[in-house]
């Protein structure tokens, strides 16, 4: 930290992993008054190159090993947007050199993985951050504004999804291998709706999970992304062994309980988003979904107003996205604060998908 009175010095970013989330990182860094980004690291040599004079990367930090970046000792921040089975090695890597890290979700492969990065960040006092960024959509942030007032009473009961029409992420990509994403959708969706079910409904602890997981499109070649260039058709069984939908019900503590269900491919009209509460005073309901043609969302609550049944539609602030997530990071590191940043709930969610995919195996319910 800089002396009293003195001007602080800018937080010195890196970031791992040059894809899709990668760069949201980056634009969010490069965006802050607070930070500048110094770093980058990624095997792939055009985006590289495309990216670093994009902002202005010296030569010499520009790394294709990730071990490099951590090991220049000129970091205080690094982002992690990876593989999922990388998330943890850079971690705690980062970690023990002393630099305050944010990965993107999930926080790794499985709860072991993820606990190992919790320890690093709590032996070495520094910020570890799993990048959330839809409980910051504007609507998640209006509704915990209601549920956070107790104006939908004791909630006994919620929904929420991610389910898509056909959008499995890459066939034949990392994400359809377990051994490089540690799971499906549920892994890489589903992760998303039970953090922000979780989060709305004040953090209750997970009790047990009664799961199944089904893959009836990636094995066959099918269900296959419109969007982008990665996916691919015709796919070996190697390269597909993940799930693409996967339910779970879950109890949680005070008698509560949560369905949540994720899919890549599915047969549905159309992508769609939902958490649907249900309290003893009100309920509500956060949908959004179809492609960019027809796209909707909306946010709804339904009470009573004087014995009137009501139907609430409260003011909707805008999203964060991943630009909130990194900037709450960038001020929990300036903080010098790291109570409640050292991947806690992270690791609980960790936990939970453990728990569904455990049982999904088995056939039977797991106690958390």
Not at 39 to 52: K, N, R, T, W, Y
Request: with cysteine; net charge negative.
């Amino acid at each position: 930290m800089s002396a009293p009175g003195s001007e602080q010095r800018k937080l010195r970013a890196g970031v791992v992993g040059l894809g899709w989330a990668g760069r949201q990182h980056m634009a969010a860094y490069d965006g802050s008054p607070d930070v500048e980004l110094v770093a980058l690291a990624g095997m792939e040599v055009e985006p590289m190159q495309q990216l670093g004079d994009q902002y202005g990367i010296a030569e010499d930090h520009r790394y294709s090993d990730w071990k490099d970046l951590v090991a220049s000792g000129d970091l205080d921040v690094v982002s992690i947007a990876t593989p999922t089975t990388l998330h943890a090695p850079i971690a705690v890597a980062a970690l023990d050199a002393g630099i305050h890290v944010l990965s993107e979700k999930p926080m790794a492969e499985n709860a072991e993985a993820a606990q190992t990065m919790v320890d690093a960040a709590k032996r070495n006092g520094k910020v570890l951050d799993v990048s959330f960024n839809h409980r910051r959509r504007g609507d998640v942030q209006a509704l915990k504004k209601i549920v956070d007032a107790g104006l939908l009473g004791d909630i006994y009961y919620a929904k929420a999804g991610w389910l898509r029409r056909e959008g499995i992420p890459g066939l034949g990509s990392w994400f359809t291998r377990r051994a490089t994403a540690g799971g499906g959708p549920l892994m890489d969706i589903g992760v998303h709706m039970l953090d922000m079910a979780l989060h709305l409904l004040q953090e209750p602890a997970v009790t047990s999970a009664t799961a199944a997981t089904y893959a009836e499109f990636g094995p066959k070649g099918r269900g296959g992304s419109p969007y982008g260039s990665t996916g691919k058709t015709g796919v070996e069984a190697s390269d597909y062994d993940v799930e693409d939908l996967s339910t779970a019900f879950l109890r949680l503590e005070g008698g509560a309980t949560l369905l949540l269900e994720s899919s890549w491919a599915q047969w549905i009209p159309r992508d769609q988003c939902y958490v649907t509460l249900y309290g003893s005073e009100g309920g509500a309901s956060i949908e959004w979904g179809g492609g960019p043609s027809d796209a909707y969302d909306s946010l709804n609550i339904w009470t009573e107003k004087d014995g009137v049944p009501a139907v609430l539609q409260p003011a909707v602030p805008p999203d964060g996205q991943h630009t909130a997530a990194v900037l709450d990071f960038v001020a929990a590191v300036l903080s010098g604060d790291v109570e409640g940043h050292q991947g806690d709930e992270a690791l609980v969610r960790a936990a939970v998908v453990d728990a569904c995919y455990a049982s999904a195996a088995q056939g039977s319910e797991v106690r958390l």
